[in-house]
């Protein structure tokens, strides 16, 4: 019961501040409603037991993504800019699309039944998690170094300003 | 006896008995949680405020002056005079701000600052939640502050603030990431991301011993997180005005105030759990009492030393700064972490006896030292042969 | 217990207004913040499939963790991407950036 008042909340969060999101005006303002839709997932996956998933979220997300989105829009607009008109001439098609692909994926996920196991999650189940990142999925793990890499060094080479 | 011994987890659990004879379970939890909440937030704000006064007779002494003595006996009732002028202040808000933002931004400090204490072990038995994550759960909320900065840089609509919240996350990004290295190897020896585990895990030893170069790494970078002196540079008064407070007055810039001290009380804890055993110390399985007073007093000394820093050394230029997080302790805590992988892995398959691992951690360490010493020497000698100003590195545009 | 399918719905309902941000935003900045709300329901549906048919394995939580990895380098090169436009061009609304378009 508390459970789904608790699931009910940190949905609410996520989806109402996802909303914001994308109908505000004011572009910092979306960025700033972007991080409570992520706190909200990250709470959603603290009720489905995956604390360290809901950790790593906010390290992640909130942490650099978010910071490198204020960033960007504190870089690219001149300060205490006048808002500009943030929709473009397609957004009712845009709405009608998402809202009936919603309706869609919401009648299709009452139609499967879902074979769901009642077993409680292992409670050593970090350490085996590491343990499978670093044995069964190494490569995955070292071809994403990789690309963690090339992403860094690509990001500062084409963001850099030219010195002349 | 063995109530006695045991006095603060007792007396918690005989309150929580009580309670749950004419309440159900879910509220008695509900109450008891709420309580320990109100306790710790309690505890953290008189700490703040005795904090303030310690700094500012600290600071004092040092300069060979007194420091705040005409409230009370020996200045010690100036926190409270401090705090209601802050209160009767008036709350000032530009015509220009982002009004929404520029009210939520002390808010949000104030509350990722008291966040850590949930997780963070005053003494045995004595912690909010003994997650199994706890230490990625404290620097995950660092990441708070940084949005938080950033909103209260941006909603005043001062330029000075917006370069200042920009600065600041800079700096607190370019620490974050050795800061999570150096606890790295700490998480290595200990085999945990729990704070409790990982305080159980030094009750022989503490970590500082085998891992001096992650404690020093781990230090700087959490002054650093905390805009500590000689990091102060987000808040530099004579740069930047104040940097991303600037528009602030009254109680919201009190909370500034408050988060600030008590980032730098969350920096020591952690450091003493991480590195100086936490609450453990003599007597402890005897008297638990003593951990609680054991963990403070470790804890103080850590803050005193900060103190004592900021009265020392001047501040950094913000280009010496970045260039110290990303060329000296970067590398420093990267060879550690991998070093200290090597050494504890290789110890364990030899069955060396755990004080030979230690002097072969001692070694290492000084063997780190050196080779980065000699690099940055190597490249200052270069940068100086070929006629720059070897501390001019980074050039702004 | 919460139901599965509680969980499989916010997580649409996420994607969708996504995607609806993807769509309608002119600022490209925008459009980002739309991708990472998708990803974001994505994610969801990983870990909730994780601990109602799988929990177990660690499979899921992998998926979810290489998954962050991506994002954290697309929001990188994306922002990187958007400040050279933003320095050459001075706009970031996607409608006027054009030059490839005839």
Redesign the interface.
């Known amino acids: 019961m ?1 459970l789904q008042a608790v699931f009910m909340l940190f949905s609410a969060m996520a989806v109402g501040a996802a909303l914001a999101v994308v109908t505000n005006k ?1 572009i ?2 979306s960025a ?1 409603f972007l ?1 409570v839709a992520l706190l909200g997932v990250a709470g959603l996956y603290v009720l489905l037991e995956a ?2 998933i809901a ?2 979220q ?2 992640i997300y ?3 993504i ?2 490198l989105i ?2 960007a829009i ?1 870089l690219t607009r001149r ?2 800019d006048a808002s500009e008109r943030q929709r473009n001439e397609q957004w009712f098609i845009s709405a009608i699309v998402a809202v009936g692909l919603f309706i869609v994926l919401v009648l299709s996920v009452g139609q499967v039944h879902w074979p769901v196991v009642h077993t409680d999650v292992p409670e050593n189940h ?1 350490n085996r998690l590491g343990q499978d990142l670093m044995e069964h999925y190494v490569l995955p793990f070292e071809v994403t170094a990789v690309l963690l890499l090339a992403a860094l060094v690509g990001a500062i080479v084409i963001a850099r ?1 030219r ?1 002349r | 006896m063995a109530f006695l011994s045991d006095l603060l987890v007792n007396l918690w659990n005989w309150i929580a008995v009580q309670l749950d004879q004419f309440l159900p379970s ?1 509220a008695t939890a509900l109450v008891m949680l709420f309580a320990a909440a109100v306790v710790i937030v309690v505890f953290l704000l008189l700490t703040v405020m005795f904090l303030t006064l310690l700094e500012r007779k600290v600071v004092a002494r040092i300069a060979d002056r007194i420091g705040p003595n005409r409230v009370g006996p020996f200045g010690l009732l100036q926190p409270i005079a401090d705090t209601l002028k802050l209160i009767i202040k008036e709350n000032t808000e530009p015509a ?1 701000a ?1 009004h ?2 520029f009210r939520l931004a002390p808010a949000v400090v104030a509350t990722a600052a008291l966040m850590p204490y949930a997780v963070i072990p005053f003494g045995r038995g004595m912690v909010g939640s003994d ?3 706890g230490v ?2 404290v ?6 502050t ?2 938080a900065v ?2 209260a840089g ?1 909603g005043g ?1 001062n ?1 000075y603030g ?1 370069l200042g919240g ?1 600065r600041a ?1 800079a700096q607190m ?1 370019s620490f ?1 990431v050795p800061l999570a290295l150096s606890i790295g190897s700490v998480a290595l020896l200990t085999g945990s ?1 729990s704070l409790v585990a990982i305080t159980e895990a030094q009750r022989k030893l503490w970590l500082i011993v085998a891992q001096p170069i992650a404690f020093l790494v781990y230090l700087l970078c959490g002054a650093a997180e905390a805009n500590r002196a000689p990091f102060d540079i987000p808040e530099a008064e004579s740069e930047l005005v104040a940097g991303y407070h600037v528009e602030y007055s009254g109680v919201r810039f009190a909370f500034f105030y408050m988060a600030e001290y008590i980032n730098m009380f969350t920096t020591s804890a952690m450091a003493t759990i991480l590195f100086l055993g936490g609450w453990q110390g003599p007597f402890v399985e005897r008297v638990p009492i003593l951990s609680i007073a054991y963990f403070l007093a470790k804890v103080y000394g850590l803050v005193f030393l900060m103190i004592w820093v900021r009265a020392t050394f001047p501040r950094l230029r913000i280009d010496q700064l970045l260039d110290l997080s990303w060329k000296v302790l970067l590398p420093l805590a990267l060879m550690n972490l991998l070093v200290t992988a090597v050494v504890d892995k290789v110890a364990a398959q030899v069955r060396l006896s755990s004080t030979l691992t230690i002097g072969v951690f001692w070694g290492s360490n000084l063997v780190l030292v050196g080779v980065v010493a000699l690099v940055l020497y190597l490249s200052y000698r270069r940068k100086r042969a070929r006629g720059l100003n070897p501390h001019y590195q980074i ?1 702004w ?1 | 217990m919460i139901p599965l399918h509680w969980f499989l719905i916010v997580a649409a309902a996420l994607f969708c207004i996504g995607l609806y941000g993807v769509l309608s935003r002119r600022n490209a900045v925008g459009i980002l913040m739309g991708i990472e709300l998708m990803l974001n329901a994505v994610n969801v549906n990983l870990v909730a499939f994780w601990r109602y048919l799988d929990p177990l394995e660690s499979l899921g939580q992998v998926f979810v963790l290489f998954v962050l990895a991506v994002a954290a380098a697309e929001a990188a090169v994306g922002l990187a991407l958007i400040i050279a436009i933003y320095r050459n061009r001075d706009t970031i609304i996607v409608e006027d950036i054009d030059l490839m378009k005839w």
């Open positions: 508390v004011n910092f303002h700033l991080v604390p360290f950790v790593v906010v390290l909130v942490g650099a978010s910071t204020l960033f504190m300060l205490m970090l300003e010195t | 879910w220009k982002d929404p933002v997650v199994n994550i990625l759960y620097i995950s909320i660092s990441s708070l940084v949005i950033l909103m941006w609509g330029k917006v920009m996350v990004f974050e991301l050039h545009h």
